[in-house]
């Protein structure tokens, strides 16, 4: 199930379960629509290489049983920097 991170891991931005502003790579790396856009080289994931997909909205009836993560993940340094290899 993706854990539905709470915000970009550029610049911190939340980015909340219903948001359509969300991108992840496969391994649920979590950016901004405006982060990629403007500072990820080639629109691809800089900790994985892997593309990046608008994130899934889970429905609201379920994020009670199946909450979104409140793990926040903020790398600055990542962004625009080279893809990890």
Same mark, same amino acid.
């Given at each position: 199930?993706?854990?539905?991170?709470?915000? $970009?891991?550029? $610049?911190?931005?939340?980015? %909340?379960?219903?948001?359509?502003?969300?991108?992840?790579?496969?391994?649920?790396?979590?950016?901004?629509?405006?982060?990629? !856009?403007?500072?990820? %080289?080639?629109?691809?994931?800089?900790?994985?290489?892997?593309?990046?997909?608008? !994130?899934?909205?889970?429905?609201?009836?379920?994020?009670?049983?199946?909450?979104?993560?409140?793990? !926040?993940?903020?790398? %600055?340094? !990542?962004?625009?920097?080279?893809?990890?290899?």
């Amino acid at each position: 199930m993706l854990a539905l991170r709470p915000n $970009c891991e550029c $610049c911190g931005r939340d980015l %909340p379960p219903d948001s359509r502003d969300a991108l992840i790579c496969s391994f649920e790396c979590t950016w901004c629509v405006e982060c990629v !856009r403007t500072k990820l %080289p080639g629109g691809l994931c800089p900790n994985c290489g892997g593309e990046l997909l608008r !994130r899934p909205i889970r429905p609201a009836g379920k994020l009670t049983q199946f909450p979104a993560s409140a793990e !926040r993940i903020h790398r %600055p340094e !990542r962004c625009g920097g080279p893809v990890a290899t």
